[in-house]
């Protein structure tokens, strides 16, 4: 079914892509159904508004920087039966966005907390929210490096516009005074601001190792962060040697 060229260069104009792409085949079926106009016109209206939603999702993705595609539908509960699974399904729900609350998931390498972090952080872009992604050490050295150029409030002003910022793997190694120092600073401007997801395999009794012994400058960064929080322990033995271990067992038989 060929096009006005008026139509076609209105809904050029108008920046209507998908309407323009879908006319013809929703034209079509409102002759064979015999829909109102009012239908024809909902029934287009619909399509470009889900191709617009659609993008703007990719593009919070895109922008999110995750390091891989995480699912909650692909996490193994029952490899870690102690997980409060129905805390991490509310949880994805991102209510605690709203609330300016966080969620620190607790507990040693292996046990999924990368991949529900990462989960929770792609469902929050799904449902409009604007998301980043870091690794403690990652941040830590954005900070040092936007230092050395001069552009702390330029990062700060980055970090003001995210709604959630998930941050991996704080613990695993220490900070120098100055790298603690930045991310106090980080933590200190989210603080009721913006949300944040955390991954750590160390109990907050033993995070001052991690910012070079400094036992004031982490209880005032705990309770920043803790003021609001959901903890979500996760313990058991990693699944992921559990599955490496079952791959080669299947390899000998």
């Not at 920046?15 to 409102?30: D, G, H, S």
């Not at 039966?81 to 805390?87: D, E, F, G, T």
């Not at 003021?227 to 080669?248: A, D, F, N, P, W």
């Amino acid at each position: 079914m060929s096009m006005p060229l008026l139509l076609s260069s209105h809904l050029k104009t108008l920046r209507l892509p998908t309407m323009l792409k879908e006319l013809p085949t929703v034209v079509r079926q409102a002759v064979e159904e015999e829909h109102s106009y009012e239908t024809f016109l909902e029934r287009l209206a619909e399509l470009e508004v889900n191709a617009r939603q659609s993008k703007a999702i990719d593009r919070r993705l895109r922008q999110a920087g995750f390091p891989g595609v995480k699912e909650l539908a692909d996490f193994e509960f029952r490899a870690v039966p102690k997980l409060n699974k129905k805390l991490v399904q509310d949880l994805s729900r991102c209510d605690f966005i709203e609330k300016k609350a966080n969620v620190v998931l607790l507990g040693p390498p292996g046990v999924g907390k990368s991949h529900v972090a990462i989960a929770l952080g792609r469902e929050a872009c799904r449902r409009g929210y604007r998301v980043k992604f870091y690794t403690a050490a990652g941040l830590v050295n954005t900070y040092l490096e936007a230092q050395q150029e001069r552009q702390i409030l330029r990062l700060e002003g980055q970090i003001k516009r995210r709604d959630l910022i998930v941050v991996d793997e704080l613990g695993y190694i220490p900070f120098s005074k100055l790298g603690a120092e930045h991310l106090f600073g980080f933590f200190s401007q989210c603080y009721e601001q913006t949300s944040l997801v955390m991954t750590t395999n160390l109990p907050f009794a033993e995070w001052p190792q991690t910012f070079g012994g400094d036992e004031r400058l982490t209880g005032a960064l705990l309770d920043r962060l803790t003021h609001r929080v959901h903890i979500v322990e996760i313990t058991g033995e990693s699944y992921r040697l559990q599955s490496s271990m079952k791959t080669k067992k299947g390899a000998k038989d």
